[in-house]
T-cell receptor
Framework: QQQVKQSPQSLIVQKGGISIINCAYE??????FPWYQQFPGKGPALLIA?????SEKKEGRFTISFNKSAKQFSLHIMDSQPGDSATYFC????????????FGTGTRLTVIP | EAQVTQNPRYLITVTGKKLTVTCSQN?????MSWYRQDPGLGLRQIYY???????DKGDVPEGYKVSRKEKRNFPLILESPSPNQTSLYFC??????????????FGEGSWLTVV
């Protein structure tokens, strides 16, 4: 059973556009929600993370929006660039067990010039 | 440089031939784990270890073994590989939970094909 559901599976965005990836979870005990970015041939790397005490977290062009009541969170990439082309994974865990992440199925983002 | 190093990066093997994928980290992390990545399924945890001589099953442990005799090393063992174990494998490490939102560091992956 997939603990974290992610959509879309793939996404093509024009350079300068906004990329949006959505995730949903069921376990209300989850309280740590990171996003990982994976380039071809590389391992995933932490991009940005949020805890449910805030509804939004922004780091540069990357923003996480969090809706606790809906049990959903999303990644927004503003002014998308070809260098952002990668696979993005959302994940969730309990804060005190942040090592044991449950990952979404991944979104392959392609930003076309 | 902080690193998680896994070897081999690419391997083609035959069904039933035992193999070991090594993993080493230089960050003195207590927690280490193995994931497999398959299309449409994302990253699924195979085994994890919270410290030396402490290991536990993840979501998909069948057909795999691990050991943690030293803090820095966490090898993944396939005693009798089968074609359904063809996958991309990642080793990862992080500090043990401490409420700090520990970042998990991944290796660069090992492509394994079982024919």
């Amino acid at each position: 059973q997939q603990q974290v559901k992610q959509s879309p599976q793939s996404l093509i965005v024009q350079k300068g556009g906004i990329s949006i990836i959505n995730c949903a979870y069921e376990n209300t005990a989850f309280d740590y929600f990171p996003w990982y970015q994976q380039f071809p041939g590389k391992g995933p790397a932490l991009l940005i993370a949020i805890r449910p005490d805030v509804s939004e977290k922004k780091e540069g062009r990357f923003t996480i929006s969090f809706n606790k009541s809906a049990k959903q969170f999303s990644l927004h990439i503003m002014d998308s660039q070809p260098g952002d082309s990668a696979t993005y994974f959302c994940a969730a865990s309990k804060w005190t067990g942040a090592n044991n992440l449950f990952f979404g199925t991944g979104t392959r983002l392609t930003v076309i010039p | 440089e902080a690193q998680v190093t896994q070897n081999p990066r690419y391997l083609i093997t035959v069904t039933g031939k035992k193999l070991t994928v090594t993993c080493s980290q230089n960050m003195n992390h207590e927690y280490m784990s193995w994931y497999r990545q398959d299309p449409g399924l994302g990253l699924r945890q195979i085994y994890y270890s919270m410290n030396v001589e402490v290991t536990d099953k993840g979501d998909v442990p069948e057909g795999y073994k691990v050991s943690r005799k030293e803090k820095r090393n966490f090898p993944l063992i396939l005693e009798s590989p089968s074609p359904n174990q063809t996958s991309l494998y990642f080793c990862a490490s992080s500090p043990l939970e401490g409420g700090s939102g520990n970042t998990i560091y991944f290796g660069e992956g090992s492509w394994l094909t079982v024919v």
